[in-house]
C-alpha cells in the first residue's frame, strides 16, 4: 500500500489565522445571541421521537411483528446516542433556558438515570473520555481512537484479497457499538483513571482481538456488556411473557434484529464524519488555537444538510464540521451555524468537504479495504512552537478552566 509523504501544513504560510479566529468568535456570538426556548423545544421533540419510535417498536414485537418493531427499537437506540447523549454531553444544553439538569451535562445519565436517558452498550463517562476528550482534541492524529485509517489495517493483511476484507468489514459493521465502541471508551476511561495521560499504543487496543469475545476487561462486562445485554435481551423482553410467551421471543428477535439495524445506521452515519482520501490526518500533534480548529474543518465532512428529518436520520451528525469546530452546540444552532462557517471557509480559502452520506461510505469503505489513503500533513497550518495550546482537554491530569469536558468527565 503506498503511504504519502506527508505535506508540511495544509494552510499556506500567509494564512490569516487571527482574522480566521475573528471571525469564528464572531460566529459563534451571534450564535448564542440566538440560544433560547426554540433549542429546548427541539431538543423534546427529538426525545419523543426516541421514546416513540421505541415505544411503537416494542408494542409492535409483542404483537407479533417483531420485523417491523426491530425498526422502532433500532431508531430509538440511534437518536438517543447520536441526538441527545452526543450533544447533550458535549455540553450543548448547558446554557439552553428552561431545561432539568438532567438534560445538561452534569446530570445526564448519571448513575440509576442511565437506564432512563441513556441505556446503551456505553458506559457515560468512558464515552466522554474516549470521544469529548481524545477524539475531538486528538482529532487525526496517531492518539486519536477513532482514525479509521489505523484502526482498519488489521482488516487488510496484504495476503487477503479485497473481497475477504469486505467479509471481515461487514462482520464489524453489524457489531460495532459492542465490539469497538464499547471496549475502546472503557479503556480510554480506564487509562485516564490511572493518571495515564497518553493513551496506549493502537495495536493493544484495536486488532485482530476485537472480534474474539473473550479477553475483554472485567470493567467491559460490568459497566457495559452485563447492564444493556440484559436490559435489552432479558428483562424488555422478559415484559412479553405478560402476553405469552410467543410475545417474548418475538420482543428477543426484534431486540437482536434492532441491534443490528442501530449498528449499520449508526455506522453509516459516524465512520464516515473524518475518513476518506479528500480529509486530512495530521503527524505533529497541535499547536494554538487556530491550529486545533482549522484541523477540525480540513479533518471532517459534512453530509447533506437541513430538514428535521433529515437530520435526524443522519443524527445530526451531518454538520460534523460545525459540531467539531463547536462541540458544545445544540443540535438547533449546529443547523444554523452551517451556512455561516461554510462561507467562511470558502472566503478564506480552506477546503471544506460536503458530500450525500453514500459518497461519503464509498470513501469509507476504499480506506477500510485498504485501496485509498487519507491526505497527510504534519499539520494544518505552520505554527511557531511557542503556540503550544494553552489547554489541553484530552489530558486528564491538565486541571483547567478552559477543560470544561474534563469537569463532565470527573463527575460522571
Ligand atoms: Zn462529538
Redo the contacts with the bound molecule.
Sequence with gaps: MNVQVPQRSVLPADFDAARFLAEVDAIRAELDAGRGEADARHLRQVEWVAAGASIAGWALAFGGWWAVGALGIALGRFVRWTCVA?HVL?RGYDAVPGLPPHRQSRGFARGWRRLLDWPDWMFPAAWIRE??QL??YRLGELADPDLVEENARFLQPRWLPVPARLVLVMIVIAGWRWLYFAPTAIRAWQESEAGQLEPSPRPERTGPRMLLPWGRSAAVWTRSYLPFGALAFVALPALGLLFGPDAALSGLLASLLGELIANVHSYAVIVPNHAGDDLWRFDQRVRGRAELLLRQIVGSVDFATGGFWRDLMHGYLNYQIE??VW?DLSMLQLAKSQPKLRALCAEMGIPYAQESVWRRNVRLMRLMLGVATMRRADRALSVPESEAIAADPSRPAAASAAAPDRRAAAAG
Design positions: 452526543h458535549h470521544h469529548n477524539h475531538h459540531h467539531h462541540p
